[in-house]
C-alpha cells in the first residue's frame, strides 16, 4: 500500500513539474533575451546597418532594443520612439483587419463576389467564371498574375486615387478563384478599394478613425509620400541593400498601390500594433472574440495552412500568426501569440537578413504538424513529384515573366527518404528529408524555408515552398531546359551578329564593288537591328526590372520598337536574299539564329505579337 502510494507521488510530481516547465516555456525569459541581443550584434555592421526588436506581453514590455545607426554616413543611431522605418507588407495586415471589422458590422460578406463592392464592369481580366470572394483577395488566391508594372512612383508624379490606380492597371487572371495561393499587391489593394466602397471613406481616413486612432498610433503615416505626417522623413531612417562592397543606399519606396505598402512609422509604433493583435482586440472589435476566433478556428484555408485572413501562421505553431514587409531597405516582421498574448516585433534597415530566421527559431522552433486540408503523398510517390516548379507568384503578360523564370526551382531524387531543392539561378541548394504527410524538412534552411509540403488539390500537384508561395509544376517551354537552351541560342545569335557586323564593316571599307558594298550594308543593317534590340531588352530588364520599377511607357516603347525593328530586319533579310539568289550556307545560319532570337523575343513578351 506505501509502496503504491509513493509511486502515485512519483508520477504526480512528474505531471506537476512537466505542467511548470509547459507554463514556464510559455512565457520568454531572460535567457531568450539574451540570444536575442547576441544574434542581433552578430549582424550589426555585416549584412545590417540597424535594428530593432521589442517582445511584449499583456501590453507590458519584456524586452526592447534599438541597435546600429539609422543612416550610415551621418552615424545617426536609431531611436525606438522617434526613428521612422517603411513597414512593407506588414501594410496589409491593417486592410484584413479593416475587411474583419466590416464583416463583423454585417455590411460585407467573407463569401460573396467582389464584384458585389466594386463598380460596375470594374474588373477587366476575368479569365474564370468562378467567382473572385473578398477571402481570396485575403489569401491570395484569387488566380491573379504578378503585376510590376508602374507600382513604383516617384516624388514628381501626382498622387492618384485607388480606384483610378487599380482601374487603370490591371494584372490577368491566370489561375483558377481559389487553386493555389499567389501573393499579390494588387489583389491586396483591391480589398482596400472594398473597405472605401463598403465604409463610404477613403482608404487612409477609415484606417485612421478605426484602427491608428482607436491604438494609439496617430504618428503613424499611410500616404505613399508622408503627407498625411508633418515633419515624417526628418526622422526616416535610410533603407539599405547589399552589394558585392557593402551596403549601399536603396532609396525609399512610394507604392503607388499605397495600402498593400506604404505605411511608415517608428519601431515603437509597430509593436504596440503587434501587442493589440495578441492582447487588446476589443479595441478594433465590437466582440473581442472575433479575431481570436477566426484565427484559430480548425479550418486550414491555404498553402500549407499558413494563411488564415490574410495573416501568416507560424510554421508549425497554430496560436502564432504574424506577417512580413520587406522594400528595397527595410525588412519587419511581427508575430504574436494569441494564446499566451506574447508579441515580437523586429525591424532592419537592409533589405534582407538571416536575422528575422535566427531569433524566430531560437524563441520558437518549428514544429511539424499535420494539415488536414491536404491529401497526403506517400513518400513512395517521389518520383512524381520530381520536376522542375514555377512560383504561382509570377507575371504573364509582359518581359517581367523572366522573373519567374529566375526563381525556378528543381526537385531531384536523393534517396528514398530525401529529396534536393535547387535553386540554379540564385545558386542555392539543399536536401531536405521526408517527414510524412507530403512533407519534407530541412532544419538547417531560414525560417520560411525549411518547410516543403507536396499537395494534391483535384489531381493538381502543388508545391508549397515559403509561406503564402505557391509553386506549380513549370510548363514545358519554362523548364530549366528549355530556360537555359534559350539563353545559349540568344547568346550564340547574340555573338554571331557582333562578329558579322565586324566583318561587314570591315569588308565595305575594304570593297569598291558597289553591288559588294551594298550587300555588305544589308548585313551590317540586320546586325545593328539585332544588337539595337537586345540592348534595350537588356536596359529594360537590368535597369527598371531590378530595380522594382517597371514603368508602362518605357515598356510600351520597348516593346514597339522592338516590333518595328525585327519586321525591318526581317524586311532587309527578305531583301538580300533577293539580290543574293546564290544563298550560303553563313547565311542561312544567320537567318535561322534571327528567326530563333525572334522567337525568343515573343516568349518573353518583347514584341507585340
Known amino acids: 500500500m506505501n509502496l503504491k502510494k509513493v509511486t502515485f507521488g512519483l508520477i504526480m510530481t512528474c505531471m506537476m513539474f512537466n505542467l511548470f516547465c509547459m507554463i514556464a516555456r510559455a512565457s520568454y525569459d531572460?535567457?531568450?533575451f539574451n540570444k536575442i541581443d547576441?544574434?542581433?550584434?552578430?549582424?550589426?555592421?555585416?549584412?545590417?546597418?540597424?535594428?530593432?526588436?521589442?517582445?511584449?506581453?499583456?501590453?507590458?514590455?519584456?524586452?526592447?532594443?534599438?541597435?546600429?545607426y539609422a543612416n550610415l554616413e551621418d552615424k545617426k543611431s536609431i531611436?525606438?520612439?522617434?526613428?521612422?522605418?517603411?513597414?512593407?507588407?506588414?501594410?496589409?495586415?491593417?486592410i484584413w483587419i479593416s475587411l474583419i471589422q466590416l464583416e463583423e458590422k454585417g455590411i460585407i460578406k467573407f463569401d460573396e463576389d467582389v464584384s458585389v463592392y466594386l463598380p460596375k464592369d470594374f474588373l477587366k481580366n476575368l479569365k474564370y467564371e468562378s467567382k473572385v470572394t473578398v477571402l481570396d483577395l485575403m489569401n491570395h488566391t484569387a488566380g491573379f498574375e504578378d503585376y510590376f508594372n508602374d507600382i513604383r512612383m516617384t516624388d514628381k508624379e501626382v498622387f492618384q486615387p485607388l480606384s483610378k490606380t487599380l482601374m487603370d492597371k490591371q494584372p490577368l487572371q491566370v489561375y483558377e478563384p481559389g487553386e493555389l495561393s499567389g501573393y499579390s499587391n494588387w489583389g491586396a489593394a483591391l480589398g482596400a478599394l472594398i473597405v472605401e466602397r463598403s465604409s463610404g471613406m477613403e482608404y487612409s481616413e477609415y484606417v485612421r478613425k478605426n484602427i491608428l486612432i482607436p491604438l494609439e498610433l496617430e504618428e503613424v503615416s499611410i500616404h505613399p509620400f508622408g503627407k498625411d505626417i508633418s515633419g515624417l522623413y526628418e526622422n526616416k531612417a535610410t533603407g539599405y541593400s547589399k552589394k558585392k562592397n557593402g551596403l549601399e543606399d536603396a532609396g525609399w519606396m512610394h507604392l503607388s498601390v499605397f495600402p498593400a505598402g506604404s505605411f511608415n512609422g517608428t519601431a515603437l509604433d509597430l509593436a504596440k500594433y503587434a501587442d493589440a493583435l495578441a492582447n487588446r482586440s476589443e479595441l478594433l472589435f465590437k466582440d473581442n472574440k472575433v479575431f481570436l476566433d477566426k484565427l484559430l478556428s480548425s479550418v486550414t484555408l491555404t498553402g500549407q495552412g499558413e494563411v488564415k485572413y490574410g495573416f501568416w501562421r507560424y510554421p508549425g505553431k497554430d496560436s502564432i500568426y504574424g506577417h512580413e514587409g520587406g522594400t528595397y531597405g527595410f525588412k519587419t516582421q511581427i508575430w504574436f501569440n494569441l494564446k499566451t498574448k506574447e508579441s515580437i516585433t523586429i525591424i532592419i534597415n537592409a533589405m534582407d537578413s538571416p536575422i528575422f530566421s535566427e531569433i524566430m527559431t531560437s524563441?520558437?522552433?518549428?514544429?511539424?504538424?499535420?494539415d488536414k486540408g491536404s491529401i497526403p503523398l506517400d513518400k513512395y510517390e517521389i518520383k512524381s513529384i520530381v520536376g522542375d516548379y514555377i512560383p504561382a507568384r509570377s507575371v504573364y503578360s509582359n518581359p517581367t515573366k523572366i522573373y519567374g523564370d529566375l526563381q525556378l526551382i528543381s526537385i531531384r531524387?536523393?534517396?528514398e527518404e530525401r529529396i534536393s531543392l535547387k535553386m540554379p539561378f540564385f545558386k542555392k541548394k539543399a536536401i531536405y528529408e521526408y517527414k510524412g504527410d507530403g512533407i519534407y524538412y530541412n532544419a538547417d534552411m531560414p525560417l520560411q524555408e525549411r518547410i516543403i509540403r507536396f499537395k494534391k488539390k483535384d489531381d493538381k500537384l502543388i508545391m508549397n515552398y515559403r509561406i503564402a508561395h505557391d509553386y506549380v509544376p513549370a510548363p514545358n517551354n519554362r523548364t530549366f531546359f528549355y530556360i537555359i537552351l534559350r539563353i545559349v541560342?540568344?547568346?550564340?545569335?547574340?555573338l554571331y551578329f557582333i562578329i558579322s557586323l565586324i566583318f561587314a564593316v570591315r569588308k565595305y571599307r575594304g570593297n569598291r564593288n558597289p553591288k559588294q558594298k551594298r550587300k555588305c550594308l544589308l548585313r551590317m543593317s540586320i546586325s545593328i537591328i539585332?544588337?539595337?534590340?537586345?540592348l534595350q531588352s537588356g536596359y529594360f530588364f537590368f535597369g527598371c526590372l531590378s530595380t522594382y520599377n517597371v514603368q508602362s511607357i518605357h515598356l510600351t516603347i520597348t516593346r514597339y520598337s522592338n516590333t518595328v525593328l525585327s519586321l525591318l530586319g526581317l524586311l532587309f533579310a527578305i531583301l538580300y536574299m533577293y539580290k543574293n539568289p546564290q544563298i550560303k550556307k553563313n547565311d542561312v545560319l544567320a537567318m535561322v539564329l534571327y528567326v530563333i532570337s525572334i522567337y525568343i523575343f515573343i516568349e518573353y513578351k518583347f514584341l507585340i505579337i
Request: aromatic fraction near 10%; proline fraction near 3%.
Open 30 to 32: 531572460e535567457t531568450d
Open 530 to 534: 539585332f544588337i539595337i534590340m537586345v
Open 363 to 370: 524563441l520558437e522552433p518549428i514544429e511539424l504538424y499535420e
Open 489 to 494: 541560342l540568344l547568346s550564340i545569335s547574340i
Open 79 to 94: 531611436e525606438l520612439d522617434k526613428t521612422v522605418f517603411e513597414w512593407g507588407s506588414i501594410s496589409k495586415t491593417f
Open 38 to 68: 547576441k544574434i542581433v550584434k552578430e549582424h550589426i555592421g555585416n549584412d545590417v546597418p540597424g535594428a530593432c526588436v521589442i517582445v511584449k506581453k499583456n501590453g507590458e514590455t519584456m524586452f526592447q532594443k534599438a541597435y546600429g
Open 413 to 415: 531524387q536523393v534517396d
